[in-house]
């Protein structure tokens, strides 16, 4: 069924234009890449896998209780709407939050595609152009993946939420080479990362489950690209010019914070927006989101470099600034033994039902003789 047909609300036009400057920059110099960009690149070439095989589509999702989510973690629980609410409505809220989630989750991996790919076309060096085109990749198989989530399993799609596309599109107009690094690649995917996590470790329902796990591996790598090749950039600039850059950090932050919390989902439940606001804002599970939400964006920004007094500030205000002090390559270890480990318990599990299936063929010839 074409996306049109299943969006809570038609997006305003069926495609955006965002325009571009700056240049595209060619490469003479084949040879003298950085050993660790090449040595990701390679990996990012040996782990492309592909969601129509390694992800199991014939696991059920109950698209009115996509994750498995508690009542308390609603964000109508315990408010006087709740009280008026039939099973059905609560099934149908639960339906509209993990649709508007998932749907933030593919534009953002379009999004993540596209800045891939302006990457490939922007940044000087061969090395990382090398390695961003296997990352273009991978935001492409992530999209198709979650795009087929939404389509085959919730049957409901949000357009982009306003916010998220005003990062995007401040990402994508500027014309210096790193902003799509900086924009994309620590911010909005740090902060996608995070989230993936708490959906990873917390659903008990086995098909987002693994589209989780598996994403999440990807990103490691994807988070490590951005960390190498910023920290060697931003060595090199100045004073003014790194405050540029934690300027755009912190409004970016503050955007994130304050205006991604599925408003609309309440609305389309006719509540009118001053009060979602209000009670998103009063729910206390959205408070301990937020700050997980940091966990990665906050050491990502430390190690590369933007650490001035200022973004340092503004993350004391937040209540975040002691993330930076977690340890970001455990964390993308853990991601990646993740996945695997789910891999392994899959394959055993496979092969027990294939040992009892020859098991049972033989027990049965044994009865037939
Ligand atoms: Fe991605
Ligand atoms: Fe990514």
Redesign the pocket.
């Known amino acids: 069924m074409s996306t049109r047909d299943l969006y809570t609300t038609a997006p305003s036009s069926p495609s955006w234009q965002v325009p571009a400057t700056g240049a595209a920059r060619f490469s003479w110099e084949y040879e003298d890449g950085r050993e660790r960009l090449l040595a990701l690149y390679q990996k990012g070439k040996d782990k492309q896998w592909d969601g129509a095989t390694r992800i199991d589509w014939d696991l059920e999702v109950d698209p009115y209780d996509p994750l498995g989510t508690p009542d308390e973690v609603l964000t109508l629980h315990g408010t006087r709407h709740w009280a008026k609410m039939t099973e059905k409505d609560k099934g149908d809220l639960r339906r509209h939050y993990s649709a508007w989630q998932f749907s933030q989750f593919l534009h953002g991996?379009q999004g993540?595609m596209i800045c891939?790919a302006r990457i490939v076309e922007s940044v000087p060096d061969l090395d990382a152009k090398f390695y961003s085109a296997t990352?273009t990749m991978?935001?492409a198989r992530?999209a198709e993946i979650y795009g087929r989530f939404l389509h085959e399993k919730i049957g409901m799609l949000y357009p982009i939420n306003d916010n998220l596309r005003g990062l995007l599109d401040d990402t994508l107009r500027d014309s210096r080479w790193d902003m799509p690094y900086l924009g994309m690649?620590v911010l909005i995917?740090g902060l996608?990362l995070a989230a993936f996590g708490m959906i990873r470790d917390t659903t008990d329902k086995p098909l987002p489950k693994q589209i989780l796990a598996y994403v999440m591996q990807?990103?490691a790598r994807?988070v490590a690209f951005g960390r190498m090749a910023l920290r060697d950039y931003y060595k090199q600039l100045s004073d003014a010019e790194l405050r540029e850059r934690e300027e755009f950090v912190i409004e970016g932050c503050h955007l994130m914070r304050d205006r991604l919390r599925g408003v609309e989902v309440l609305e389309n439940f006719g509540i009118p927006r001053k009060e979602a606001e209000e009670l998103s804002e009063q729910s206390e599970f959205l408070h301990l989101f937020r700050k997980l939400l940091f966990s990665r964006i906050v050491p990502c920004v430390k190690d590369i470099g933007l650490w001035g007094e200022r973004l340092q500030k503004a993350y004391v205000d937040m209540g975040v600034f002691d993330l930076g002090d977690s340890n970001l390559d455990l964390l993308m270890t853990q991601d990646e033994e993740i996945a695997e480990r789910l891999d392994a318990e899959r394959f055993a599990q496979e092969e027990r039902a294939r040992v009892t299936e020859v098991a049972d063929a033989i027990a049965e010839g044994a009865a037939g003789e």
């Open positions: 991996e993540a891939a990352q991978d935001e992530h690649q995917e996608a990807d990103e994807h």
